[in-house]
Structure formats: structure tokens, C-alpha cells
């Protein structure tokens, strides 16, 4: 028996592409081995781009967007997953090739999905979500590194004000790092300082790229714009200085040479978040849930209907939006 439930459905005509909210059914969905209930989903850069048509992310039409989401399961042909089980997605490209998280029923490959970790609720996971969970891929990848809060430094993090940066910040203050947030913004200056930042850059001041080497600031950074601001970060790094490099919202191409590397030692290291494998996905999952300051949790989430979401898809993209914006999917 199929049940009938509301969805945010994206199609394209002459490549235009148009969304609306449609009455779907459970024999709508694609195929997958797990059907859940869609409580909570979240809005990202790239979900904002693809509302918008942006980036040539999708592939097919009709096509419901949302990178992730938490919800409880339906139904299920995979025994690690039973009916009542609450569970979160991020990533393997759902939203994008396979239909994701803005409809109150989905269906997904078994591997895709992570238990719900003792201590977080279905709500606070999406709170956390894509950009959290990145950032704490982020800050494990700093740690394996050598990047301890001992050092003799700060960490810097860039988009400090927008999802990944808002989290990364309230991590590494939590584990007691410095953290220098960076920001164009100065109305979110005290924001970022009260979730732990100890020092706020002026994005301007990481747009230099006409010499190879600054003096050395920074013991590890975590970058999510790319493009220019990664190539000027990387010429401050401080000896074997680590960079943490999780976003491309100044683009992909990176105008750097590779002098950093060679005379500071300075290392980049790539986050996929899409593609990480299960073991490590569960680890960073529960490392959130033990870690992560709900009081800077709150702070930093803005709770949005999911009936209301397209206006909040323009904003992102304009830069308007400041920490993680939660999506109620049931409420549409």
C-alpha cells in the first residue's frame, strides 16, 4: 500500500528550471533498499544552487532536491535497519542524482544511511547536518595531521559565518584550539565571537595572491571558499601548517605555486564528505554528538517550514544567510 505525501519537485523546461510542491506517492520514489520518514532536512550552498538551477548538478528531471536529512525508518530489506530506527544521510550525492531529502517520505541504499547517535536528537543532527558533518571530517583530518590545541597558534577558518564555517569554529573552540574566524560580514563579528572564535579576520584581508609567501599566521586552517582565498591562506602557513580544504564557493581554481609546499612544508588536504566511507562517517557522527556545544548549536540555527524554503535558496547564494538554516519537512 502506497501512501501519498508532499514534496518540493523540480523540473526543467528549455533548460529552465521551475520548482513547485506536488502530491507524491511512496511508488514515486526511486528504488533503494530503506524507506524513512522525512522529519528534518537542511539548506546548503549547493542546495541553493540547484533550487535555482544552478551548476548542472542534477542530472534528470523531475527531480526532488536536499543534500541530507534525518528521519525515522518506514519499511526496510536490510537487516541493520528495522522499522522506528532513526537515521541521517549526508552525502553519496542525494539531492543531486538521486532524489533527496525536500519530500516527507525517501527511499536510499542502506549503506548511505548512519544510525542516530545517542545524544542527538533527529532535529540537532540536522542542525548539524552536511556542513557539520564536514566540518568535523575537517577537524579530524587537522588532528591526524599534527594540529593539536597545544600549538603555538590559531587556527584559522574561512566562511567562518555561513554552515561549515559556524560549526568548525564551535568545534575547534570546544577542544580548546584559537580560532581566527574569518568573515566579509561585520554585523556577525559578535556572533562569531560567542561561538569561541578568539580573533575575526576581514575576508578582504585573504584576497593577496601576487606573492608566493606572507609572514607565517596560521598552525592549520579550514577553508570552505577556495579559489584565491585558499591560494593567500596557504602562503601564511606557519612551518608544516595544515590546510583543511572543504569548499568551492570562490571557485575551483586554486592561484597558488607550489613554494608553500616546498619551503614551509605547508600540507592541503582535501574533505569529501560525499563519498566517505561508513566506519569513518559513523565516528565523525559520534564525535559530533559528544563534542559539539548545543548552546552554540542553537545559536547558529535558523528553523525554517520546508513550505517556505524557496525565497531562503536565493538568500544563501547572496551570502544572507548566517549559520545553518534547518528545514521542518513535514511541515509543507
Given amino acids: 500500500m502506497s501512501d501519498t505525501f508532499r514534496a518540493l519537485v523540480l523540473d526543467q523546461q528549455d533548460k529552465s528550471v521551475s520548482a513547485s510542491f506536488k502530491n507524491l506517492t511512496t511508488e514515486d520514489l526511486p528504488e533503494g533498499d530503506v524507506l524513512v520518514r522525512v522529519k528534518w532536512s537542511t539548506l546548503n550552498y549547493k542546495d541553493g544552487m540547484i533550487l535555482n538551477g544552478l551548476g548542472r548538478l542534477v542530472r534528470s528531471y523531475p527531480h526532488v532536491p536536499g543534500v541530507d536529512f534525518s528521519g525515522e525508518v518506514v519499511s526496510s530489506t536490510d537487516r541493520r535497519y528495522k522499522p522506528g530506527d532513526e537515521v541521517i544521510l549526508t552525502g553519496w550525492r542525494v539531492g543531486e542524482a538521486h532524489w533527496g531529502g525536500y519530500a516527507q517520505y525517501a527511499r536510499v541504499k542502506a549503506d548511505w544511511l548512519v ?21 568535523m571530517l575537517a577537524v579530524m583530518a587537522l588532528e591526524e595531521q599534527g594540529v593539536s590545541p597545544d600549538q603555538d597558534g590559531e587556527v584559522l577558518v574561512t566562511g ?6 559556524s560549526v568548525a569554529v564551535s568545534i575547534l573552540a570546544a577542544l580548546g584550539y584559537r580560532v581566527a574566524a574569518s568573515t566579509g560580514r561585520a554585523e556577525t563579528h559578535q556572533y562569531l565571537r560567542d561561538l569561541g572564535a578568539t580573533t575575526i579576520v576581514d575576508r578582504n584581508e585573504l584576497t593577496d595572491t601576487s606573492k608566493p609567501l606572507l609572514s607565517e599566521k596560521w598552525v592549520g586552517a579550514i577553508d570552505s571558499v577556495g579559489s584565491s582565498t585558499l591560494a593567500h591562506v596557504l602562503s601564511e602557513m606557519k612551518y608544516h601548517g595544515v590546510v583543511a580544504a572543504c569548499g568551492l564557493a570562490g571557485g575551483p581554481d586554486l592561484p597558488a605555486t607550489v613554494i608553500p609546499f616546498l619551503l614551509r612544508g605547508a600540507r592541503l588536504i582535501g574533505i569529501d564528505s ?19 556545544p548545543t548552546d552554540h548549536l542553537s545559536a547558529a540555527t535558523t528553523k525554517v517550514a520546508l513550505s517556505e524554503i524557496l525565497p531562503w535558496g536565493e538568500k544563501i547564494l547572496k551570502g544572507q544567510v548566517k549559520g545553518r538554516v534547518l528545514i521542518d519537512v513535514q511541515d509543507c
Fill in 115 to 135: 544510525p542516530l547517535p545517542n545524544g542527538l536528537g533527529a532535529d540537532q543532527a540536522m542542525a548539524i547536518g552536511t556542513a557539520g558533518f564536514t566540518s
Fill in 160 to 165: 567562518a559565518a555561513g554552515g561549515v564555517g
Fill in 274 to 292: 560525499v563519498m566517505c566511507p561508513y566506519a569513518y562517517r559513523v565516528k565523525a557522527w559520534e564525535r559530533l554528538a559528544r563534542q559539539l
